[in-house]
């Protein structure tokens, strides 16, 4: 079992950054998938960007070009830099893991607000 818990969300305005943390209970190193989701009021969690234990990454188009998935091993932790952010990004992000092809764990969620 893994515990993730995210930090760095907040209020920022529109053409801000923030960086989100997802600090895992143990090592990410075998971990074959990490990622972040987000949840807008009325709207389906939707993906944001993975990343595998190799190093590949997968972006949603909305956030290509803004948001920088990465994780680094020592700390076993991952993060999401975003960039430019707009208001349509407001949602709360959700960290995720997959240590295997079974099971998937989730933080608590990081509250993210983008002003106009």
């Known amino acids: 079992q893994v515990q993730l818990v995210e930090s760095g969300g907040g209020l920022v305005q529109a053409g801000g950054s923030l960086r989100l943390s997802c600090a895992a209970s143990?090592?990410?190193?075998?971990?074959?998938?990490m990622g972040w989701y987000r949840q807008a009021p009325g709207k389906q969690r939707e993906l944001v960007a993975t990343i595998t234990s190799g190093g590949n990454t997968n972006y949603a188009d909305s956030v290509k070009g803004r948001f920088t998935i990465s994780s680094d091993n020592g700390k076993n932790t991952g993060y999401l830099q975003m960039n430019n952010l707009k208001p349509e990004d407001t949602a709360v992000y959700y960290c995720?893991?997959?240590?295997?092809?079974?099971?998937?764990?989730w933080g608590q969620g990081t509250q993210v607000t983008v002003s106009s």
């Open positions: 143990r090592s990410i190193i075998r971990i074959n998938v």
């Open positions: 995720m893991c997959k240590p295997n092809p079974v099971n998937t764990y």
